[in-house]
């Protein structure tokens, strides 16, 4: 998934310090590593780490690279193993002198094809990572075929395909741009005289922006010491008179699970979205229940419109230790329901003799619900009616989410009612592809691929499906 952030400052030096907080706002996009690229109108310098970005970012490194002009990543791996060198921003050092940062969210689909073209005319690779090809693509054509910045990424944008929302800094202009599709969101905003750029409207909001709007997919932010300039692939002379914009295929994931409820993306505010869904998941149901319980907390919102619709008691019932991360969680050391207990813990009067609904936002492996389920009824539930607020996930994901192989997905391989038993649920119900477009205001704008598996761009080829499996399935 990866969050990505910038910050522009006309007057003084707190670019740096700003990108960190945004970067902090948009944790829950990538826990992994994470590092801040700062210009100061001469020189980039960079630091990355492994892990948080309250532990990477202490005062004194902020301190250090305190500059007027910076750019942040934090990173969910899809592409890349876990190590310092996949971190992003990248740093582009060159000959001739100027350097360069990079970063990006998102996966190129095309990958091999477009470093294979690059590593012919001499480009080279420290990493295997998508935000490095991008900036290496547009430094190459940049420097070597002198191109202006902003033609060298409306070329990468009708070369490269596939999902990438990405911030490319000089010594002191920042440049914004996001894929055709606009696979991943961003967004920018004016804070007096400054210009940020985030992943997600939430980390805006705590710089308390003027005014904020998405960056349209296929368009480029240009923040220079003077001016900013917003430049559209169609504007420019580089495609036919009469081209028309792409179909924009925003992730519908990122409604149902990735952001956080109180951000806006894709012309959506994120928690009325999953409200909706929970409210048509209602639809489907008679008196079947006493509680609504969500598995917290990317289901709390869709369990609220469940149980608002419904006028039955929405209770966490359900408590999320936050503290616990992957790496936590080690099934060659416990048995899986202990992993599961360090991080919920049910609150049984909630439970007990209830006719439950507990409600998720997806079922991937299915392993994890059904440990749930299990704990739910040990809680003394009567019964566990589960609903899911998306449709069953069938496909992986190519576009940035780390979804695993399909034959490890439950509902590539099991019918409902067998996934159902498997669970332990005394029912389970997802909802329906053409309820979740109802959800959304502008249905055919959105990727559904994992759903249905109609792909905007074909798959990988097997070269460059280079995918890390999760350890253990993380729901919410
Ligand atoms: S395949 Fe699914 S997770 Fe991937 S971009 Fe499309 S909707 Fe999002």
Redesign the pocket.
Known sequence: MCGIAAYYCRKNRDATQNVMLMLYAQQHRGQESCGIAAANGHKIRIHKAMGYVKEAFPQTILEELSSNAAIGHVRYPTRGEAAIENTQPYVIETLSGPIYAVASNGDIVNYEEIADELRVKGVHFASRNDGELLGRFIVYHHERKDMSIVDAIHLLMRRIKG?YSAVFLTHNTLYAFRDRGG?RPMLVGNIGEDIAVASESCALDILRPDSMREVAPGEVVVVTPHQVVYQHELDTKLLPENAKPVQP?H????LIYFARPDSYQFNEYVYEVRHKIGSRLASYDDDIGDVVVPVPDSANFIAMGYAMAKKIPFHLGLIRNHYVGRTFIRPDQYTRDESVRQKFNPLKDFFSNKRVILVDDSIVRGTTIRKLVRMVKGAGAREVHLRIGSPPVK???????D?PNPNELIANNMEIEQIREYIGADSLKYLRIEDLRECVKTADN??????NGN??FPKLSTSSAIKKELPEEETS
């Open positions: 999902a696979f295929h992730c519908i994931f990122e496909h992986s994901c190519y576009y940035g989410i979804t959105f990727c559904y691929a994992c759903f792909y905007p």
